[in-house]
């Protein structure tokens, strides 16, 4: 389990990698909680050949409502908000 220091502002690479282990996600399986045809695109990002669209930021966004945006866009903050009760 990766532990984000609080010294240094991990980069999106990290954030990432931070939220399959803290979900527990192989990233075959993040790929497709995230609904990607295929996985080829998760295995780009995730060895740094390219940038996560603003699409697939919105789409991690949408799919893992407990993540702040603030620490998935920027590194700010903590990586979940408070757990709250949905009516």
């Given at each position: 389990?990766?532990?984000?220091?609080?010294q240094?502002?991990?980069?999106?690479?990290?954030?990432?990698?931070?939220?399959?282990?803290?979900?527990?996600?192989?990233?075959?399986?993040?790929?497709?909680?995230?609904?990607?045809?295929?996985?080829?695109?998760?295995?780009?990002?995730?060895?740094?050949k390219?940038?996560?669209?603003?699409?697939?930021?919105?789409?991690?966004?949408?799919?893992?409502?407990?993540?702040?945006?603030?620490?998935?866009?920027?590194?700010?903050?903590?990586?979940f908000r408070?757990?709250?009760?949905?009516?």
């Open positions: 389990f990766l532990l984000m220091s609080s240094a502002t991990p980069d999106i690479y990290d954030r990432l990698n931070h939220l399959m282990a803290a979900k527990r996600l192989t990233a075959y399986r993040f790929s497709k909680e995230l609904g990607f045809a295929k996985p080829a695109k998760l295995y780009s990002i995730l060895r740094r390219t940038k996560p669209s603003f699409e697939t930021l919105v789409t991690i966004a949408t799919t893992y409502e407990d993540i702040d945006c603030n620490w998935l866009l920027r590194g700010t903050g903590e990586a408070e757990s709250t009760v949905s009516v």
